[in-house]
T-cell receptor, first 112, second 117 residues
């Protein structure tokens, strides 16, 4: 079936550097995408979202890029901090449906 | 605002017993709640969608008689794992959609760790 997947299971970055987490999706009908952060033993925390009519959206220290041509989504974290260490999931949703499908997740490790 | 709680946060039970997990929207009304299961180092898998006052919609492969869902009010949904077995040990997470809010907005609870001995 169609699914959302990630390229890198683990990403290690130096504190202060920028992080880029990638995600590939296969459902061309998806029109809404979300990035979540999940710390160990906790529920997912919303970071940022983007709709398919946009290709870039910025938040505080985070930017999401969407390339519909190649069905690729990325999350950029500027000046990565130790508190950013967590597992990051991309998720996708198709308009008219309530179901949100989660990708496999990338573990971000920030090296002090 | 938009806080979702779960109770208990963790539970250990014996094989064959039933366990009830509560999901509450504390400061908003949720017409729809979702139940997910997450195994260690894996992603969240949707189990079922629960609409207030109606039967839950289960995802393919999820046994509705084993995972009983009740959504009797706009602020409470419960998941009961019946006759639990060790393979049911997992992290169960609920989310709630704000009634009248953007269709895409889901707020997640902190999760419940279930361990079946």
């Amino acid at each position: 079936g169609e699914s959302v997947g990630l390229h890198l299971p683990t990403l290690s970055v130096q504190e202060g550097d920028n992080s880029i987490i990638n995600c590939a999706y296969s459902n061309s009908a998806s029109d809404y995408f979300i990035w979540y952060k999940q710390e160990s033993g906790k529920g997912p925390q919303f970071i940022i979202d983007i709709r398919s009519n946009m290709d870039k959206r910025q938040g505080q220290r985070v930017t999401v890029l969407l390339n519909k041509t190649v069905k690729h989504l990325s999350l950029q974290i500027a000046a990565t901090q130790p508190g950013d260490s967590a597992v990051y999931f991309c998720a996708e949703k198709q308009g008219g449906y309530q179901k949100v499908t989660f990708g496999t997740g990338t573990k971000l490790q920030v090296i002090p | 605002g938009a806080v979702v709680s779960q109770h208990p946060s963790w539970v250990i039970c014996k094989s064959g017993t039933s366990v009830k997990i509560e999901c509450r929207s504390l400061d908003f009304q949720a017409t729809t709640m979702f139940w997910y299961r997450q195994f260690p180092k894996q992603s969240l898998m949707l189990m079922a969608t629960s609409n207030e006052g109606s039967k839950a919609t289960y995802e393919q492969g999820v046994e509705k008689d084993k995972f009983l869902i009740n959504h009797a009010s706009l602020t409470l949904s419960t998941l009961t794992v019946t006759s639990a077995h060790p393979e049911d040990s997992s992290f169960y997470i609920c989310s709630a959609r704000l009634a009248g809010g953007p269709q895409d907005t889901q707020y997640f609870g902190p999760g419940t760790r279930l361990t079946v001995l």
